[in-house]
């Protein structure tokens, strides 16, 4: 890997690693006989030597400014857990777009099915896509480029953690990754207007499950009354039965179930 005149062989190297692998090692100097032999060194510390506390601290500026806040900032997004746990995967960059395809070596293309930039990277997708911007521009105006030019990981998580946009901003996401797996996947193109139907949609009902979570509704129709409940178990001598049931409009497939519990056991 070093030349007779003790320099990086960069032709052989660039044979084997990355461009930006190969600019790293270049950047440093090269070993020289003199300097004894090679040896593990954990750059973080000053005497070199593994340490638990450096180790934890890469890992959190890894993540961002401060990790425990994004960490905590996108687990307490108050909607589906199934879009929550979305959300958790593009914030860590981990979507598998055409641009982090192409650089697994997955697809020699990088670029985006719908509008066709060069390279269909997560900002792509989720902000600067011409698709994108218009369902922005109908959902959350404000949040759509270039009203808000924030880093993209700024953005995100900025209105990740806002509690008027929250949730429509993660259904956004949710939405817009859908639409474009619909479209590569299913050669199903909607028309922006659609897809912000749908978003506004699943807000109200996220927002109402969440409600109906900690409120039911006592009383006749017209003199209801909320009021927050808690699960405790049943006086001894009561017999309570949880119920609920479900049905699907197309095929007008129903089921029902229930739980009767007498106080001490569910059966
Ligand atoms: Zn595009």
Not at 184 to 196: G, M
Not at 201 to 214: C, L, M, P, R, T
Request: charged share 20%; glycine share 8%.
């Amino acid at each position: 890997m070093v030349t007779a005149e003790g320099e990086w062989n960069v032709p052989l190297i660039a044979q084997f690693l990355p461009a930006d692998s190969l600019l790293q090692v270049v950047g440093m100097p090269p070993p020289k006989e003199n300097l004894g032999e090679d040896t593990f060194v954990w750059g973080l510390e000053p005497k070199g030597g593994f340490s638990l506390k450096s180790a934890y601290q890469l890992a959190a500026d890894i993540d961002g400014e401060d990790g425990h806040t994004s960490w905590r900032k996108i687990w307490r997004w108050p909607g589906p857990s199934r879009v929550r746990h979305f959300l958790w995967i593009a914030a860590h960059g981990a979507l598998l777009t055409n641009e982090e395809r192409r650089r697994r070596h997955l697809t020699a293309t990088s670029s985006c099915a719908r509008c066709k930039a060069d390279s269909e990277d997560a900002e792509h997708v989720f902000r600067l896509c011409p698709f994108a911007n218009q369902v922005w521009e109908l959902a959350l105006p404000q949040a759509a480029h270039p009203h808000d030019t924030r880093p993209f990981k700024d953005w995100f998580m900025s209105y990740l953690a806002s509690p008027e946009n929250q949730v429509r901003f993660g259904f956004v996401f949710w939405f817009l990754w859908r639409s474009r797996n619909d479209l590569i996947f299913s050669d199903i193109a909607e028309a922006p207007n659609k897809l912000t139907q749908k978003i506004l949609a699943w807000e109200v009902i996220a927002q109402k499950s969440q409600a109906a979570d900690n409120v039911i509704s006592l009383g006749r129709s017209g003199s209801r009354r909320d009021v927050a409940v808690g699960w405790r178990p049943a006086p001894t001598d009561w017999l309570t039965v949880n119920s609920d049931g479900s049905l699907i409009r197309p095929s007008g497939s129903t089921a029902a179930g229930g739980c009767f519990e007498t106080g001490r056991v569910a059966c």
